[in-house]
């Protein structure tokens, strides 16, 4: 299968340094596939030209209107349903991930790899090219080579130039069959999902029901025991369950936890490698996660991907999550596959740690909405009005809210079937302090809301749903 045959089309950078021959391997490669091909370098502002032609090395604030120019040509490419290569030097991780993001992960690299020497050589023996043979050091100390990277194939560029397009073309090929595969419809993953509490049982539930194959692990086995019944497969050790998926989904309570369990013994690091993603749906400090990520991508090429979730248990066995993810746009497209399943609103917010912070300031609003439910069932009571009719009656208005429209009866009826724990939200108010403190942030409502919930811990109800909040308003009368 041609990889421009794609729909999107898959569009292609060819990549390096100059000297590697970027022009010639990627004219050659879009002619060989009929597809359009583009100079990158003849995107450069005029100011970037002089610049290189003067011997002065581009810094990043040079480069990023070039990318973003670049950026529109893919998009345009895809927009249209063309498919398109395109030379840029994209020497930096940064680089290629802004391109990425322009592309909405529907992008490939073809990294072009060769010594100094015969880079050196190579520039020199060509004519009329503004780039000086002098600033291929500067370039060289710039490369971040992808390596560990999804989406990019490496070729050698000491063969000859057929031999060189030949093999990009097959890799690109290969690259492009297995991405056709992973995205029709009817793809179902082998995916290890590590944590059975409340959330992880329900997600793994949903895995189960829309057809993927789940290896569980827990350290209570009697949760793991209960999602065989629905079909899971019981795994002996993280490793385990890593070992047999593509995908590994995290529901876990705490940074730490997250932590042993990716890099500890038997732990993520020791199946991982370049073709698996990390999908943490835990909810954890966003540095704890951008550092975890880069560690884990370092030290095995697994992507992470963070994607701590709203809508609790109801949400996940529907698929109606929402999903607030951080990372690449490329990793972020790969998790698709799963993520399709179980939520229906799943957005990129930014790069590692990105989807942590939304999550906080999903949190935050929570919080204050459940506490102005709860206060305001008690003003409805004190009126004599029924607190059960007020969504009904405020529907539509400036008002109206999600948490008001689901837990307003709820909490009326002082029904405590579990839907979320609140030392779970208290573990997450209490990262959003933290952030908070951090930024200087003023959060004044957040702060009062925080020390109700920590004194409903104090009283015993933190493992409880957050309708138990009632009590503290009725005095823990209630049932």
């Not at 730490?256 to 890099?263: D, E, G, P, Q, S």
């Not at 008001?404 to 029904?415: P, V």
Request: with cysteine.
């Amino acid at each position: 299968m041609d990889f421009e045959k794609r729909a999107p089309p898959l569009a292609v950078v060819v990549m390096g340094v100059s000297g590697c021959g970027k022009s010639s391997v990627g004219e050659r490669v879009a002619a060989q596939n009929g597809v359009l091909f583009l100079e990158g370098d003849q995107l450069h502002p005029a100011q970037n030209v002089e610049k290189m032609a003067q011997g002065i090395p581009l810094t990043d604030d040079d480069r990023l209107p070039w990318l973003d120019r670049i950026g529109e040509e893919i998009r345009t490419a895809q927009e249209t349903s063309q498919g398109l290569v395109i030379s840029c030097s994209a020497l930096k991780r940064s680089y290629r991930d802004r391109l990425r993001q322009s592309a909405g992960g529907r992008l490939a690299f073809v990294f072009l790899e060769g010594s100094r020497d015969l880079l050196l050589s190579r520039m020199q023996a060509r004519q009329g090219h503004f780039m000086p043979a002098s600033l291929l050091d500067s370039q060289l100390q710039t490369l971040e080579p992808p390596t560990g990277e999804a989406g990019v194939v490496t070729v050698a560029i000491d063969n000859a130039l057929d031999d060189i397009v030949a093999l990009a073309c097959q890799r690109l090929s290969g690259m492009a069959v297995k991405e056709e595969i992973i995205m029709q419809d009817d793809y179902r993953a082998d995916v290890a999902v590590i944590g059975a509490g409340i959330m992880g049982t329900a997600i793994v539930t949903r895995l189960i029901e829309t057809g993927h194959k789940v290896s569980v692990f827990d350290l209570d086995t009697e949760k793991v025991a209960a999602l065989q019944v629905k079909g899971a497969r019981a795994a002996g050790s993280v490793e385990e369950a890593v070992s047999r998926s593509a995908f590994c989904v995290l529901s876990l309570n705490h940074a730490n936890i997250v932590r042993a369990v990716v890099f500890g013994e038997k732990g993520v690091v020791a199946a991982a490698n370049a073709d698996k993603v990390l999908i943490d749906m835990s909810s954890i400090d966003p540095a704890d996660t951008a550092d975890m990520a880069m560690r884990l991508r370092r030290e095995t090429g697994m992507a992470w991907v963070d994607c701590p979730l709203s809508g609790g248990v109801p949400g996940a066995l529907s698929g109606r999550l929402t999903i607030m993810a951080g990372g690449s746009a490329e990793d972020f497209e790969r998790a698709r596959v799963v993520m399709r399943h179980l939520a229906a609103n799943y957005t990129l917010m930014g790069a590692s740690g990105a989807g942590q912070t939304t999550k906080l300031i999903n949190q935050l609003f929570c919080a204050v909405l459940f506490q102005a439910v709860a206060e305001a069932v008690k003003l409805a009571e004190a009126g004599g009005v029924d607190p059960a009719a007020i969504p009904a009656a405020l529907a539509g208005g400036r008002a109206d809210n999600r948490i008001m429209q689901e837990f307003m009866a709820k909490f009326a009826a002082r029904d405590f079937s579990p839907t979320g724990r609140i030392d779970n939200m208290l573990k997450d108010l209490d990262s959003l302090q933290a952030f908070a403190l951090k930024t200087k942030t003023p959060l004044p409502m957040t702060g009062s809301v925080v020390e109700i919930h920590r004194l409903l811990c104090a009283a015993g109800l933190g493992p409880k749903d957050s309708a138990e909040m009632m009590r503290l308003l009725d005095g823990f009368q209630a049932g």
